[in-house]
């Protein structure tokens, strides 16, 4: 039964073994959320928040929550969403963004790679010898990161869980990119830049299981659809693995991440003078190099000339 109120459970929290009913469930899951952003000081007052959704469960649950506080917290809140343009995905999670937002008074700036970058994602990758998950993680941290600023938004919330972060944390061990390691966490990056708009995580503490929980209890989605270029990702087999640990050792995730927190500073300390940040000669976006990650793609595809 459920540990607050005696009643019909409906989850079992993997970290706790406590079981909650559904009111106490979404009670519990907003009131970690609200910790989380008060324990790392992640949203001020009179911050314009833009919440990068996708229309999935993870960002509409992340914008749905923020909505609910941003007269408690006194910050305006809007949406944006990246369409890469994958046939018989992303189609379907607009239609519930679009839904969402009308909703709730939201407003939604949809931006995407074919207005942008003069092709979808389904065809850019078939030009260049490079992953679908490469490809579409550089140009989408590149479109966040321009339209944040465009927007003049002071911070960027990203739907990304505490799954997320504990497969990052083994990808970067596993490929020995520490220094990619040292801009995760509840707020990323490693220096403050007026280049880079800050990207906060409130639901840094929440677990896969209970994010879809919350949204399937508040109906967000009309169907689960999951990116078709994932399926072969580093990242899907990190997630596999990491979910048979879980089933065998519950609370392995949470113990992960809490470790790397401990260390977290340490790491923050140790690369936040390594690398000078410059404009990209091309885009002027911030970069380590002369050109940016994303200009380099479109050089390689021919939609950018050196």
Known sequence: MCKICKTKPIIQLTNTNISLCKSCFLKYFEKKTFKTIKKYDL?????????????????????????????????????LLIDEGIKNYRGITIIDAKNFCKKNNIK????????????????????????????????RRYLLNKYSKKLKATKLVTGHNLDDEAQSILMNQFKHNIEISARLGPITGVISDKKFIK???????????????????????????????????????????????ENKYPGTKHAIVNSFLDILPLLKDKYKTNKKIISC?????????????????????GIHKS
């Not at 001020?44 to 999935?56: H, Q, R, T, W, Y």
């Not at 939604?108 to 030009?127: A, G, H, N, R, W």
């Not at 078709?228 to 899907?236: E, F, G, M, Q």
């Not at 997630?239 to 640990?245: I, K, Y």
């Open 43 to 79: 949203i001020e007052k009179n911050d314009k928040i833009l919440v990068a959704i996708s229309g999935g469960k993870d960002s509409l649950t992340v914008l749905n929550i923020l909505n609910k506080l941003r007269e408690r917290l006194l910050f305006k809140i809007e949406a």
């Open 281 to 301: 000669k091309k885009c002027k976006e911030p970069s380590s190099k002369e050109y940016c990650q994303a200009c380099e793609i479109l050089r390689m595809v």
């Open 199 to 245: 990207r906060i995580k409130p639901l840094y503490l929440l677990n896969e299981k209970e994010t879809a929980t919350y949204a399937y209890l508040n109906n967000f989605n009309s169907k689960y659809v999951e990116c078709p270029y994932t399926i072969d990702s580093y990242r899907n087999e990190v997630r596999d693995m990491l979910n048979n640990f």
């Open 108 to 139: 939604l700036t949809i931006v995407s790679f074919k207005k942008e970058f003069k092709y979808p994602l389904d065809s850019l990758i078939k030009k260049i010898n490079l992953k679908p998950c490469t490809v579409c993680g550089v140009l």
